[in-house]
């Protein structure tokens, strides 16, 4: 094999011989030995991927990290389901450990929420509420469906919207204005060949 020819590592690669040409081929390497067609596909690091596992490298937005590559919605939703277990662990119980029993049916609890559509944020919202009243993971369930969380989450979001409104005020329009400017600024800056 020439060294500019290297093996797709996506097993169902449909190229011949999954050969990838490196001057000819559009290719996606990941770290320092991994290529992949950039119409093939990559496993993605999160266990409960929300693309059903695998990352289209033509079409999905993703995230190359030193701890795998994810889908850009799957790594944001990882480490909102950590950082309930923090939560949990400093507030509920400070012996969970990361690979205890505990530790797992916390992690499959908070997914089979997500998978009935909580948003992430919300079961973290409803956590904090009643983090007194928790002791064990199944406990997480009842905090999410109990109505009066779900309507202080619905007044919180329409507060929140309403902040957002208000926060747009003339000063800040000004500001934004000269920060677009200074960026003007050093982009001739550039071509003035400094
Ligand atoms: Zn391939
Ligand atoms: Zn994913």
Redesign the pocket.
Known sequence: MSNDIKKCRYLYCQHPNREINLKTDDYVLIGQRKYYHKDCKMK???S????????DLAH?E?LILDDGC??K???EESELVLKIVDYWNDHIDPDIEKDSAEFSHLRKVIQDLVFDGYDLEYIFFALKRSAKFLHHPPGLKYAVKNDDAKLEWKKKKIAEEAKKMEMVKPEDKVESFQSKRKKKGSFSDIFGGG
């Open positions: 993605c690091s999160y409960c991927c929300k693309h059903g596992g695998m990352i999905d993703y994810w889908h919605d799957c790594k």
